[in-house]
């Protein structure tokens, strides 16, 4: 030991300028990952993988469960803590080292890459804001995409010598893929038909002992693309992407469709059987030459018993097939079960019809295995199964894992597309990219074109290194299909897009550099090319800058200055341009565009460095930033400290004091206060006694249930829990696009939010809000502090808090009021709900309900029974007239006696088909108008156009009135649909709108508009004329479903709902308040989400309960004698 320790290092290792190089990268990697890394609050996510990783930690074991993708990084986590404690640094460490190692990896792909090529690669990995910000966050995806580099290495060295060794680290990776998360799936695809694609190259370009099936081999890879062109056609559809001019949502596929898909895939799939067929019959005996299907038989039989959820899937619908033409098979427990099998059941009799078909699954994969070559596929199975029992059983402690493991993964994964969590629109991806990798993006691009071109000109042959270009252009192809076809989208798939991006952007960068013959540059001075250029391109940008301003216009001092700057940009350009020509001459036009090239990209790769910076360490957890997700705000961390600090001076110890919190953000707070052993948990239903604590944290869904427990006792301060990025994104269309690219101020907005983030000038535009303290997508809590505890501390005593006591304006007039009569239940058959919205009565008492998740509206009597229902989620189809299809509709009104024949109806505000429709009394369509737009009151092109209209009111003179909630404007129609006016426009000023929703017609003819993100009743005559309002002390719970609605009766009264708050808010004619009545809960004195409310004529009042999905009827209030002179 001695002799070795005298021996000096340098023995052992050699450092070159390469390796000094990855050195850095690696300690930059190191230090950027690492710093500051437990400072950002956790996410929503975050903390549920924190939770579970420290239940495993602190001996509760854990089950791998597919909604929280694969063990890896749970047991990761545990044994962090195991090492250093748990804490918020602790828990990020095993995903930032990883992070480092993704960093580091290049270095092993240099001979395919170039030694160039992988150093510039690791520093684009090193510098990628999305892969930086997702290293030091508690999340599946860097670890997979290390483990996908694996693989890929893996691969590309089997390919290049073959050597068994490789197969058996491919087997590694792919189960530490799979146990990482189920985008694994995605991966293996990709990589599995690269080499089937490879080796049908390869064996085509050979000599086959039969010949006479070649032909019928390519005729059947011919008929195979063929299917799929027409199964991905029919997939495409079925994903809604058809937007037709009226709607800007995506209708469901009209019913030839479905038969596509079934027809390609049938077609695919027979064709695909023939291909094999073909191949094996006439090459049979060189199967064995070719190293990309040795690949494809270790890969694929791998693989094959993950995907034992399709068929298990497929007999479960089998069994319901036969049990619904054969009833008498639901008496047979075999046809019984079978109907009702599904991937995720793991109980009994279910999981043994499941484990039936696994082994027979995994029977399968072995013979295939077996035959193709015995000893090394036994030991990549071997290797790949070892790691699979270790990691999905949890060390052997949870048997249930295999199952999960082999079915759950893929099952669950599929369930979750047809969720589409995110709900996202198809080009997210891009919107995303163009944030935060459009380095990688634009050099992708580029990098595309340059092998597209050195394969057809310059006849690049397909030698290793070529077919890992083939291999990465096809990886970022397929990742963009992929991620984009997908239903779910999120923030944190943008790394699996990035990462083949990076590659490619590597490599010519890499070839790039290797193409500048440097010492002849030095020679030729064309190291000053980089000093001269820039001052160039300066010069340039001024003097177009000045030209399109208008130079020599004037005498005055903006004049001079834009000539000025007119005329020193000429004469830059001028200078410097020459000085360019000159250097390019001396050390010629093509070593000059590559040095010239290499200086260009500095400026996007340093706009990239500070994107990275900004985003990893200033405003990581901040909704400015689009990657930014359902997080927790900064808040979260100062009341932990306050809670330690209140702890510690009242008791003595830090983590002593009783908290209690509720079900609503409780997984954050579990791990928050973890430390604590005198938390509660006090759920969805408190009692006095959970609630005896001296604080209390309570999320938004949980003010109501504390607020009356808490009495004056208590300080309350309301912080911002989760929040989301601004999504306006959403609903971008080619118009939108066109204004980009032709308005002078949106341009200009949209450069504040891409380059600083800053919203103030695209919130002058719209009239929006996005500053922190009133982001709109938020989710708040409040902590209430004890005032005998608060009064022991000095700071805590004298601190304004944001709500003090029964802050609640409407607690006085508040009375407990049961409905005579409640209606509806949960469900989509006649007289049941689905997130009812808007309701309406008409003259002879009947009932109108906006169902809206059912996409209908159901009309009722009276009493409550059920008459008819209209439409299906469709767009309207008005060749035949009826029936009319609705998608998500949310307004509804009935037209009253008097009104003029032409304006007899039902009118419906059909929200998500944008446009107003109106219906007799049978529920037959007579006419509809609108079509989607965002338009502002001064575009004239912008008259019967809306954005997601949330309610229609027809006025005692037929005239129609639109909330046309997302253009932030009422319009005004004839009944048949004729524009006559509009009113309103962004603002928080009088007249001023946003977010309108109910609207309602008073007895006099005046308009009453809940004003909802304003929080007011703004009430207006016929023509729009401003007035009077009155605020309303609610409507702020921040979700998007509360969307409150009004209704006026006979005498002037106003009746509004107030969601969030669970209640109905009374007022008179002038704003005064009067009663109010409502509590959460699910009895008929109760709502669990009032939105809609009408008032017939006797005075009844009926209120939709969305949250319950049913009708609440409440007899005519009596407001006494009291006098209401004021009244008009």
């Known amino acids: ?158 390919l290049r010598d073959g050597r068994e060794r490789w197969l058996y680290l491919m087997a590694a990776g792919v189960s530490l893929m799979f146990a990482a998360k189920e985008v694994a799936f995605i991966y293996n695809a990709i990589f599995g038909f690269f080499l089937v694609v490879m080796f049908a190259v390869q064996a085509l370009g050979r000599d086959w002992p039969n010949e006479d099936w070649r032909p019928v081999f390519l005729i059947a890879l011919a008929l195979m693309a063929v299917g799929l062109l027409i199964l991905g056609g029919g997939l495409y559809w079925m994903m809604g992407q058809q937007v037709d001019e009226v709607t800007s949502e995506g209708a469901l596929p009209p019913d030839p469709l479905p038969l596509a898909v079934y027809v390609g895939a049938v077609w695919a799939g027979l064709a695909l059987l023939a291909a094999i067929v073909s191949l094996f019959s006439g090459t049979w005996r060189d199967l064995r030459d070719y190293r990309a299907f040795d690949l494809i038989v270790v890969l694929g039989t791998l693989c094959l018993p993950f995907l034992s959820a399709i068929p298990i899937t497929l ?81 052997f402690t949870n048997g249930t894992g295999i199952a999960s493991g082999l079915i759950g993964s893929l099952g669950y994964w599929l369930a979750q597309q047809e969720v589409e969590r995110g709900s996202q629109p198809q080009h997210y991806y891009l919107v995303m990219v163009a944030f935060y990798e459009y380095l ?40 963009w299909i992929g991620y984009s076809y997908a239903g779910e989208k999120m923030p944190w798939l943008t790394v ?34 980089p000093l001269v250029a820039p001052p160039f391109f300066v010069a340039l940008v001024t003097f177009f800058g000045a030209a399109s301003a208008g130079p020599f216009q004037g005498y005055e001092l903006a004049q001079l200055d834009t000539t000025g700057k007119f005329l020193g940009g000429l004469f830059g350009v001028l200078a410097f341009g020459a000085g360019l020509g000159y250097l390019a001459h001396r050390s010629g036009w093509r070593l000059a565009a590559r040095v010239l090239l290499l200086v260009l990209l500095l400026l996007p790769t340093l706009v990239t460095i500070r994107t990275a910076w900004r985003f990893c360490y200033i405003n990581y957890d901040y909704p400015t930033e689009f990657l930014v997700y359902a997080h927790a705000a900064p808040a979260v961390h100062d009341t932990m400290q306050q809670i330690g600090e209140l702890s510690r001076r009242t008791i003595g110890d830090p983590n002593l004091i009783e908290v209690a919190y509720g079900a609503d953000g ?71 696009v066109t204004k980009i690219i032709t308005d002078t101020q949106t341009r200009a907005a949209l450069w504040d939010i891409w380059y600083d983030r800053d919203y103030r000038r695209y919130d002058e535009l719209t009239g929006e809000s996005h500053t922190l303290d009133k982001w709109p997508l938020r989710s708040d809590y409040r902590l209430y502090i004890r005032r005998d505890v608060s009064a022991q501390m000095w700071d805590l005593g004298t601190i304004v808090p944001t709500e003090i006591g029964p802050t609640d304006p409407y607690a006085e007039g508040w009375q407990e009021l049961a409905a005579r009569q409640v209606f509806g239940s949960e469900g989509a058959a006649p007289g049941q709900f689905q997130m009812p919205r808007d309701v309406a009565v008409g003259p002879d008492g009947s009932v109108y309900v906006v169902d809206s998740g059912n996409d209908r509206i159901q009309k009722f009597t009276p009493d409550g029974e059920f008459v008819a229902a209209w439409g299906r989620e469709s767009s309207v189809d008005m060749e035949s007239g009826t029936p009319q299809g609705f998608l998500e509709p949310w307004g509804v009104d009935v037209a009253s006696d008097g009104v003029p024949p032409s304006a007899a109806g039902i009118y419906v505000a059909d ?131 509360e969307k409150p609605y009004l209704a006026v009766d006979a005498q002037g009264y106003v009746y509004v709902t107030d969601p969030g708050y669970y209640r109905v808010l009374v007022f008179d004619n002038l704003g005064n308040y009067v009663l109010s009545f409502g509590q959460y809960g699910f009895d008929e004195r109760s709502f669990a989400l009032p939105i809609g409310i009408a008032v017939g004529g006797d005075g009844s009042i ?27």
């Open 496 to 529: 699996h897009l990035a990462l083949p991006m990076v590659l490619l952007s590597g490599w010519l960068i890499g070839r790039l550099i290797d193409g500048v013959d440097w010492r002849q540059a030095l020679a030729r001075k064309a190291w000053l090319l």
């Open 1 to 158: 030991m001695e002799q070795l320790l005298n021996k000096p290092l340098s023995n052992y290792i050699k450092l070159d300028w390469e390796k000094t190089l990855y050195l850095i990268i690696i300690v930059l990697a190191l230090a950027t990952r690492m710093w500051g890394l437990g400072d950002r609050v956790q996410s929503h996510d975050e903390s549920i993988h924190t939770k579970y990783s420290w239940n495993l930690y602190a001996g509760h074991g854990f089950q791998h469960n597919p909604l929280m993708h694969g063990p890896f990084l749970f047991e990761a986590t545990a044994f962090s803590y195991f090492l250093f404690g748990d804490n918020d640094f602790s828990a990020r460490v095993p995903v930032a080292l990883m992070g480092v190692a993704l960093v580091a990896f290049p270095y092993l792909l240099r001979r395919w890459l170039g030694r160039s090529g992988a150093l510039i690669t690791s520093f684009f990995l090193l510098i990628s804001p999305s892969i930086a910000y997702y290293s030091r966050y508690i999340r599946h995806d860097i670890p997979v995409i290390l483990f996908s580099l694996v693989v890929i290495y893996a691969i590309f060295s089997y």
């Open 911 to 1041: 929200t998500w088909n944008h446009r107003i429709q109106k219906l007799d009394q049978e529920g037959n369509l007579t006419a509809f108008w609108g079509l989607f737009g965002q338009y502002g009151l001064d575009d004239p092109l912008g008259r019967g156009a809306f954005y997601g209209p949330r309610d229609v009111a027809v006025g005692p003179d037929g005239r129609i009135y639109v909330a046309d909630t997302g253009n932030k404007r009422i319009q005004v129609f004839e009944p048949g649909g004729e524009f006559i006016s509009q009113w309103g426009g962004g603002g928080v000023l009088e007249g001023y709108l946003d977010e309108p929703v109910g609207i309602a017609i008073g007895p006099n003819g005046d308009v009453y508009i809940a004003d909802t993100w304003n929080r007011r009743v703004q009430v207006f005559d016929e023509d729009g004329v401003f007035l009077r309002q009155w605020p309303i002390e609610g409507w702020d719970a921040g979700l998007s479903e």
């Open 315 to 395: 007999a479960g619908k089998a069994g319901a097939f036969v049990v619904e033409r054969n009833p008498a098979a639901e008496a047979i427990p075999f046809w019984a079960n079978l109907a009702t099998l599904e991937p995720l059941q793991y109980t009994s009799p279910h999981i043994w019809y499941s484990a039936a078909i696994l082994v027979f699954v995994l029977a399968i994969s072995t013979a295939v295995g077996m035959a193709w070559d015995w000893r090394r596929w036994s030991i990549a199975a071997a290797v790949h199964y070892a790691i699979f029992v270790v990691l999905f059983t949890t060390i």
């Open 666 to 736: 409780s997984t954050l707070w579990y791990w928050q206060l973890r430390d604590y052993p005198n938390a509660a948990f006090y759920g969805d239903n408190p009692t006095r006694e959970q609630l005896d604590a001296p604080v209390i944290i309570a999320g938004r869904s949980d003010w109501d249930a504390v607020a009356p427990y808490m009495g004056n006792d208590y300080l309350v301060n309301t912080y911002s829990y989760l929040w989301w990025p601004m999504e306006d994104y959403r609903n971008l269309t080619w118009s939108g």
């Open 440 to 479: 990688p993006f634009l050099l992708s691009i580029i990098a595309s074109i340059y092998i597209a071109i050195r394969y057809t000109i310059r006849r690049w042959t397909l030698d290793i290194g070529h077919w890992l270009l083939s291999f990465l252009l096809w990886w970022t192809v397929l990742a």
């Open 1102 to 1128: 009926y209120v939709t309960d969305a949250g319950s999905n049913r009708v609440l009827v409440f007899d005519p209030l009596d407001f006494g004698l009291q006098e209401r002179g004021e009244m008009q």
